[in-house]
């Protein structure tokens, strides 16, 4: 066996026992062995390992038939924690989760960036982080951010048609930068936000997450995996097109779906000012008549990429969700005249606002327990 091999098997088997530790604990040195198909003393070692790494703890030992006591294992709710930023059009957020996935604190804060230089939006994310961080009190060893744009696989985000001056922006450097040299990784916030509906909202192995918001998002989850294309440009909904003559758009086409049921246009076609009075006067007639006309753009763009990739559900989140049942209905009517052939659930988001959030700091967990080696080498 070749070095770099032997440090590969390593590598998968901590991971291997981490992760069952992740699924099923509390599991002792034992239960590990007979499920992972390693020898007891391989798994002792790699075990020690993790102790040391601080990714698992001992409980205290409990008597469970003859001979020696086993000592359980479970994931330390101390050990290294994950940071999820998020930079949208109008707010910072940064949310704290420990390795058992536990919320362990989180704030967002308005912060307008449409006319301002990448950098100072990314201080103020950094600048929340040690905030969170500090009030969560645990050692933060990985960092994912959300952003509202297009992230190429290298952690430069390429273009954000509702932020003019991000382009070709090298967040995952700068950021790391400003964090001491820690792992930063980059993702779209609309498909962060499908991770966590399929993490923690209960949605489908295949389904497609939409998102309302200045933009108007989508996230593709096939088999439990996201799917982010080749250039990471999958699940760009709102950017498909429901009307060839309609209003020109920020991407540069005309008639995209975000120019109907996008946060801006709901707004002035409801004449309200903002989403909190869209919300409360849902039901007067003109805010009525906007929420039905954007169900029914929404229902038009889902049907299309429903029958595309043959999906059997769709969650409707961020505003969407907020604005309940008449919006709804409203796309499940259109959605349901277009998509005969087969049954097709549509329901709301239940993660509220905090969804690409929660998710990017659930990713930079995940990534830890997918590869432990970053610390225990
Ligand atoms: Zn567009």
Redesign the pocket.
């Known amino acids: 066996m070749t070095a770099s091999r032997g440090v590969d098997m390593r590598r998968q088997n901590l991971a291997l026992v981490l992760g069952e530790v992740a699924d099923r604990e509390p599991l002792s040195r034992a239960q590990l062995a007979q499920r992972t198909g390693l020898t007891r003393s391989t798994v002792s070692s790699l075990v020690e390992q993790l102790l040391l790494g601080g990714f698992l703890t001992e409980l205290g030992a409990t008597a469970s038939g003859p001979g020696r006591p086993a000592n359980p294992l479970q994931l330390n709710r101390s050990g290294p924690a994950g940071l999820g930023l998020e930079v949208g059009v109008d707010h910072v957020g940064a949310c704290v989760v420990d390795l058992a996935g536990q919320v362990r604190a989180q704030q967002t804060a308005p912060s307008q960036h449409r006319d301002r230089e990448p950098a100072v939006a990314l201080e103020r994310a950094a600048a929340l982080a040690v905030e969170v961080t500090a009030q969560a009190g645990l050692g933060v060893a990985a960092v994912t951010v959300a952003l509202p744009g297009v992230v190429g696989h290298d952690g430069v985000l390429q273009r954000a048609?509702n932020l003019p001056r991000w382009a070709d922006v090298a967040v995952s450097d700068q950021l790391s930068n400003l964090f001491d040299g820690l792992p930063v990784s980059v993702g779209n916030e609309a498909d962060l936000a499908a991770l966590a509906e399929r993490w923690f909202g209960g949605a489908p192995a295949d389904f497609l997450h939409v998102s309302g918001e200045i933009g108007v998002g989508g996230g593709i989850v096939l088999d439990g995996q996201l799917f982010a294309g080749p250039g990471g440009r999958a699940g760009e909904i709102?950017?498909v097109?429901v009307d060839p003559d309609g209003p020109p758009?920020?991407?540069?086409?005309?008639g995209?779906?975000?120019?109907a049921a996008g946060q801006e246009a709901l707004l002035r076609a409801a004449d309200v000012p903002d989403v909190a009075a869209l919300v409360a006067r849902g039901g007067e007639p003109r805010p009525a008549a906007a929420i039905a006309t954007a169900g029914r753009a929404l229902g038009v763009a889902l049907a299309g990429a429903v029958n595309l990739l043959d999906l059997p559900a769709v969650v409707l989140g961020g505003l969407y969700a907020r604005l309940g049942a008449p919006l709804l209905e409203a796309v499940t009517v259109e959605l349901s005249g277009r998509v005969a052939a087969r049954p097709v659930q549509i329901r709301l988001s239940t993660l509220g606002a905090d969804g690409a959030l929660r998710g990017a700091a659930t990713a930079a967990v995940r990534e830890q327990l997918r590869d432990p080696t970053v610390r225990v080498v």
């Open positions: 048609p709102g950017h097109v758009c920020s991407c540069g086409g005309r995209c779906l975000e120019q």
